[in-house]
């Protein structure tokens, strides 16, 4: 539970994008799976940018809560609620507009936190390029998908829920 409410109490959090080139020459065969991330990764392959989370939450499972995760239901919580109610869970979300990333092929998302912006980068700055990041700070979560294209003319939304 503390480390649900540390994680929640963070102001740099990003979700990432990263690896271009494909896993394999059979990538677009319907049979092929992403090969699972290493538990000794500490960044993302080819990183292509990073978007601030928009939206960060302590949730609880809730029959009647508000947002929607992989079939099941969640509720907001404060912190006090959370340490009353044992809850170890972080709602994230962000929103990557086509101006925002370079729309290209991307095989990795990955979530951040306590990113460090180069120094001539101000730290309110919500969108980090690689050229603009001292630190990618600490890698939380790494997902390997097959290959997908961002579109020039599309938003896309992250969301995650992080169990501590």
Do not use: C
Not at 33 to 59: C, F, N, T, W
Not at 100 to 125: C, M
Not at 130 to 145: F, M, T
């Amino acid at each position: 539970m503390s480390r649900a409410i540390s994680f929640y109490e963070l102001q740099n959090v990003y979700f990432a994008l990263g690896k271009q080139t494909p896993w394999a020459e059979n990538e677009h065969d319907p049979n092929f799976s992403a090969p699972l991330p290493s538990v000794e990764a500490k960044d993302l392959e080819e990183l292509i940018g990073m978007k601030r989370v928009d939206v960060k939450s302590l949730v609880v499972p809730d029959d009647s809560g508000t947002i929607v995760y992989r079939d099941q239901t969640w509720r907001k919580i404060s912190p006090e609620e959370a340490i009353e109610l044992g809850a170890h869970w972080v709602y994230i979300e962000a929103q990557i507009y086509y101006e925002d990333l370079p729309a290209v092929e991307y095989r990795q998302i990955g979530v951040f936190s306590r990113t460090v912006p180069n120094d001539n980068v101000s730290i309110e700055k919500k969108i980090l390029l690689p050229e603009d990041i001292k630190s990618v700070g600490i890698l939380e979560v790494l997902d390997q998908r097959k290959v997908v294209t961002r579109n020039e003319d599309s938003r896309d939304t992250f969301s995650m829920i992080i169990e501590f």
